[in-house]
């Protein structure tokens, strides 16, 4: 065996870099701490490859590893994106012992000594000392863009997918599943963190699966709304955005990407200080999914008038519009299209009309996409007629 080695050492750089890049992982990591001479060619690209997308928790364990891992000179600048968990641990205040079976007793106690010190620590303030410290070696390291994410760190989730564990998981929670959701106070944290230090992620992306009123909560927070807004209040352009909310009842979902294109699912005022920034913001590309008349789609045509002198691609999917007794709100909905917007190209796909005094209309059963201002002006031309004959008739 140690003649191999020598062998593999002895080797040109150029033949050690292309058996690095032709590792496992695992194998890199064993690779990189064999000795000094093959760690150098494996180091970088283990950071590339297993330091890139980083889980954290607010605990000490796991907030040093990511201070240790931006300080150093290699894997500081390999960080790509800082996922954090927003469940927490926390034990029963009150149970008799005697009333619990022996076994559950026990585990009881492991697991209210385990919340005591998680709590502990975040009472203590040293989380935003620690992740303030994280994010300023991140940017005195000058690396590329960086994004923040906070994620549901629990098995939550309607398909009960698997969750990737975060670094010092098992340390801080053993066999234990975290159950106590805290969503905004993780990201006001990571906002708290980012003024201190100084530093602004390229990207924020918010992913949970449980509890649709924390969703509202954190929309309409005044704090988050700054964060992610100009003195204008309207959307940082210099920051991507990705909110996901889905649960087996409420479905949300919103990319702010490229600065200008916008795709939600759905859309609706009651979204607070979050949907007064989108509509401050010039949009150009809009893609809309489930929107319901009742909920959605007067607000989207309130978008399209802040948004009339910047859009110019659109697509409208999966909506639904309920037609009150003497209404046209689709027929308006697409002259308003037609006649106000500066639209290059519109999609349109599964539009259901249900009027108050017949049966319901599908539209656009088949994918429409038309594109140039002619085209579609006479698209829409045609379908506007239509749903004035059958107003009519």
């Not at 907030?63 to 150093?72: E, K, R, S």
């Not at 000392?129 to 989730?157: C, E, F, W, Y």
């Not at 200080?273 to 401050?280: G, K, M, T």
Request: aromatic share 10%; proline share 4%.
């Amino acid at each position: 065996m140690a003649n191999y080695a020598a062998h593999i050492v002895a080797l040109p750089p150029e033949i050690l870099d292309i058996i690095v890049a032709n590792c496992q992982d695992g194998d890199l990591s064993n690779l990189r701490l064999s000795c000094r001479t093959l760690s150098s060619p494996s180091t970088r690209p283990f950071g590339r490859r297993c330091l890139a997308h980083l889980r954290i928790i607010f605990t000490e364990l796991s907030l040093q590893g990511l201070v240790d891992i931006t300080a150093h000179p290699v894997f500081g600048t390999s960080v790509r994106s800082i996922s954090f968990g927003t469940y927490r641990l926390t034990g029963l205040k009150y149970f008799k012992l005697s009333s619990v079976p022996g076994n559950h007793a026990s585990d009881l106690i492991v697991k209210k000594r385990l919340a005591k010190k998680q709590q502990a620590f975040n009472r203590s303030g040293d989380q935003l000392v620690m992740l303030t410290t994280a994010l300023q070696n991140l940017k005195l390291r000058g690396g590329p863009s960086i994004g923040l994410r906070i994620h549901d760190d629990s098995m939550r989730s309607k398909e009960r997918r698997p969750i990737i564990r975060a670094h010092g998981y098992h340390r801080a929670y053993g066999k234990f599943l975290p159950e106590k959701h805290e969503v905004e106070k993780t990201l006001l944290t990571l906002i708290d963190a980012s003024s201190l230090s100084g530093f602004m992620p390229a990207a924020l992306d918010i992913d949970m699966t449980s509890d649709f009123q924390l969703l509202r909560n954190l929309l309409c927070n005044t704090t988050f709304k700054n964060f992610i807004t100009t003195k204008e209040h309207s959307l940082d352009p210099q920051m991507d955005i990705y909110i996901k909310f889905d649960d087996s009842k409420t479905r949300f979902t919103c990319m702010f990407t490229r600065r200008t294109c916008l795709e939600l699912e759905p859309l609706g005022s009651y979204y607070g200080n979050f949907y007064r920034a989108l509509q401050r913001t010039a949009i150009v590309d809009l893609k809309i999914r489930d929107a319901t008349y009742s909920s959605s789609l007067p607000h989207l045509v309130e978008c399209l008038v802040s948004w009339k002198k910047t859009i110019r691609y659109l697509d409208l999917s999966r909506a639904v519009v309920f037609e009150r007794q003497m209404t046209d709100f689709a027929a308006t909905l697409f002259r308003y299209m037609r006649d106000d917007l500066e639209l290059e190209v519109l999609k349109l796909h599964d539009i259901r009309i249900y009027p108050y005094n017949g049966s319901h209309r599908w539209l656009f059963n088949e994918p429409a996409k038309w594109h140039g201002k002619q085209e579609i002006r006479e698209g829409l031309h045609r379908v506007i007629s239509e749903l004035n004959t059958d107003t009519v008739s």
